[in-house]
Nanobody, 121 residues
Framework: QVQLVESGGGLVQPGGSLRLSCAAS????????MSWYRQAPGKEREWVAN???????DYLDLVKGRFTISRDNGKNMVYLQMNSLKPEDTAIYYC???????????????WGQGTQVIVSS
């Protein structure tokens, strides 16, 4: 069984920063892309950023220049550094990983349980 666990969320004032972490654990053979998504109250979940195995990254236009995604392959972790936070960044942030549990299996998509980020004065 595989589990993703996010941490690092909380309450922050506008203009502040937070660093989210996501740890993958369990039976893991390899991890392909890792991503962050978010879901604001009353809205659908949206993609925020992803990073591939070569550490090439891509971002939602709304967060470009403010958020940075990174990963530690040795620790099966992905991070999201969020700077210059705005009230509209308030959401539950979810980690996602495409991974294989054995060499013979296909890649599967695994989600974390989410971590709440609130940007408010």
């Amino acid at each position: 069984q595989v589990q993703l666990v996010e941490s690092g969320g909380g309450l922050v004032q506008p203009g502040g920063s937070l660093r989210l972490s996501c740890a993958a654990s369990g039976t893991i053979f390899s991890i392909n892309a890792m991503s962050w998504y978010r879901q604001a109250p009353g809205k659908e979940r949206e993609w925020v950023a992803n990073i591939d195995t070569k550490s090439d990254t891509d971002y939602l236009d709304l967060v470009k220049g403010r958020f940075t995604i990174s990963r530690d392959n040795g620790k099966n972790m992905v991070y999201l550094q969020m700077n210059s936070l705005k009230p509209e960044d308030t959401a539950i942030y979810y980690c996602n990983a495409l991974l294989k549990q054995t060499s013979r299996e296909r890649y599967i998509s695994v989600w974390g349980q989410g971590t709440q980020v609130i940007v408010s004065s």
